[in-house]
């Protein structure tokens, strides 16, 4: 009975340093963003590219922690998540700036829902895949092949984002298709 109780206190202190660590490290990636985006203002598409695709590749980067020495890999994905935070959130405040100057207000609601409705349908088959995937294999196995997933197809947006370029204004769905 003790053992189980200590699990439980151990795997609560665990999740409370990663709540805490995740919060505080988005919260220095804003305020890093900042000076840098206002500093780099003609380059933010760069920034976006940069630090999105660090905080993508980060995140599917993270199950090869396993793969390293106890207590190393709890220390070694605390890091990675805390760094991966720093990034998205300067990739995110980068990608917002840029999209505010690419579409015009009137158009920024329907602009804003067509993008909103395509990461709900990639969200759902990314959910779909992943209840497939563990229904045909083990937990472990399962696990690892979804991750490399993840890491490809962060590979792949952050090369399809590089292919995009730098806009001073577009208007209206032409921005959609931009960014698509």
Sequence with gaps: MLTARWKAEVTIRW???????????V????????????RFREHRLKLWLV???LNRIGWALSIFTVLLPHPLNSVALVALVSAVQVSGAVA???????????IKPS?????????????????????IST???FNIASVETAYWILYIIALASAI???????????????RGMRALLLIL
Excluded: Y
């Excluded at 999740?15 to 490290?25: I, K």
């Design 131 to 133: 209840f497939i995937v």
């Design 156 to 170: 792949i947006s952050t090369v399809a984002l590089a292919l995009l370029k730098e806009v001073k204004v577009v």
């Design 15 to 25: 999740l409370l340093a990663v709540g805490v660590s995740r919060t505080l490290f």
């Design 51 to 53: 630090f999105g695709g």
């Design 92 to 102: 995110g405040i980068a990608s917002t700036d840029t999209l505010a100057d690419m």
């Design 107 to 127: 158009t920024a609601s329907r602009f804003l829902s067509v993008v909103s409705s395509i990461n709900n349908i990639v969200a759902l088959l990314a959910l």
């Design 27 to 38: 919260t220095l990636g804003s305020i890093v963003a900042l000076p840098l985006i206002h």
